[in-house]
């Protein structure tokens, strides 16, 4: 009985082992099916995940396409309104083109050649072309020369004034030497630059018809010819940019912008030396009353006939009258090499004229002397030479009038001059002799940059020789060369 017993019990305890072991099979399965299905649901959760990721990606490129064209749309319609300002901008210049030549009566062989800028273009254009109309030995020259005549002060730098005077460019300008107009470009334009382009092309116009830079060119070995040729061209600017203020901008209104764009900008003109402020006077003021003089006879067909005979020396244009049929005498200098010595090197050889030996002697003198003693002036030369080594300057100037009285009546003047500079010459040497046999003024000591040669006067008929030196030895040889 007891082992039937021990086998019920191992049956039982095998069935209990069975069932139990179903059972975890049973849990395991299930399990497992659960993770299956989670892991199912993972990738489809991973799946719908990448796929929205993906659905962002391409709507955030959508989005930027959108922008992109957007801005493309922007930029071409902002390109498409630049065309039609320049459009506009190339139309006004056409017209103010057309405005001019019907008022000037001129009309050029061909078409203008124009060059647009972008504002900060035009300042490196201009200041090549500064360098190239007053080259840096021409303006030393002129420096040198104007120092011994006391029209500048030894301390100034004439090129840095030259530099200061124009240091603004205007907003275009004719360049003779490219025949180009160049213009910086713009959707509007003020009355100073509208102002400007009619100056520019105006200037284009005169080279074109007139062959302003030929004109130019051969005069450029005497200075006081080149001025009268630049006094008729400015003088021409002047009178026909009143005209065209009065008949298309309004005179009252633009005069301001008419002298800023003759005269220069007030202050840079009002801190300039005072013979640059003269020149700029001479050329827009005297030169207008001088194509005036001729514009009021027959109009603009006079003018044209002064460019076909231009004024010789600025005598004519200080005296309108006098043009055409007092020209200036020419004079000739001989070398003075041989007399100075090899150390003396040549620096320049020119023509003073009449307007700017009246600046010379308006420095000592009133204005209204000076004019007296420089009326009747007829021609001159001078020739300027430094010493190598020291520094001290020669200047010849050989003076021809109208005749004897003139010459007289320009020595009695000038002995007040140098009177004024150098101190007057004792009474007794002034009674023992005459102007003829030469007056000697010596000169004051000081640095090389500041040397002031003494001066020599001598008179013979309607010659008067003038000679800077730094010895009254020198300065006689000098003017017995001259003779």
Known sequence: MRKV???????????LLSVGSWRFWQGYQERAILLDRVRQLEGQIAQKELEQQERQQEQQQLQQQVQQLGQDKSQLEQALQACQEQEDFWEQLDRFESQLRTLRRLVPPKVVERELLLPEELPLIWEDYLAERFPSRQIGA??????????????????????????????????LAEQRLYFVSGSALDPLD?????????????????DLEEQYEAV????????????????????????????YMGQAQEQESLERLLLGAPDALRAAPRILQARQHFLYEQGQLFVLEHYTRTGWTAVDDLWGLPPESTEQILHPDRYPDEGPEL?????????????????????????????????RLGQEQAEEAADGWGGDRYILYVHQESGEACLALLLAWDDEDE??????????????????????????????DGFWWAGRAGSQRLRHPGLYLELEEEQVRLVWAPSEELARRVARRLR
């Not at 086998?7 to 095998?14: A, I, K, P, R």
């Not at 301390?155 to 460019?169: D, I, R, T």
């Not at 006094?231 to 009178?239: F, N, P, R, V």
């Not at 007289?408 to 001059?417: H, I, M, P, T």
Request: charged share 20%; glycine share 6%.
């Open 5 to 15: 017993w021990i086998v019920l019990g191992s049956v039982l305890l095998l069935l």
């Open 331 to 363: 004079v000739d200098l001989p070398a003075l090499t041989s007399t100075l010595g090899a150390d003396w090197q040549i620096v320049r050889e020119d023509t003073l004229g009449e307007w700017l030996l009246r600046q010379h002697l308006e420095v």
């Open 142 to 175: 002129e420096a040198q020369l104007w120092v011994l005549l006391e029209l500048l002060s030894p301390q100034v730098e004439l090129a840095k004034a030259w530099a200061e005077l124009y240091a603004l460019p205007p907003a275009g300008f004719y360049d």
């Open 194 to 210: 509208r102002l400007t382009f009619v100056r520019a092309y105006l200037q284009a116009l005169q080279d074109q018809v007139f």
């Open 407 to 436: 010459a007289a009546q320009f020595v009695e003047s000038y002995l007040d001059y140098a009177d004024g500079r150098y101190g007057p010459i004792p009474q007794q040497d002034r009674d023992e002799r005459e102007v003829e």
């Open 220 to 247: 450029s070995g005497d200075r006081d010819r080149a001025l009268a040729l630049q006094a008729l061209a400015q003088g021409e600017a002047a009178l026909l940019l009143q005209q065209y203020q009065a008949d």
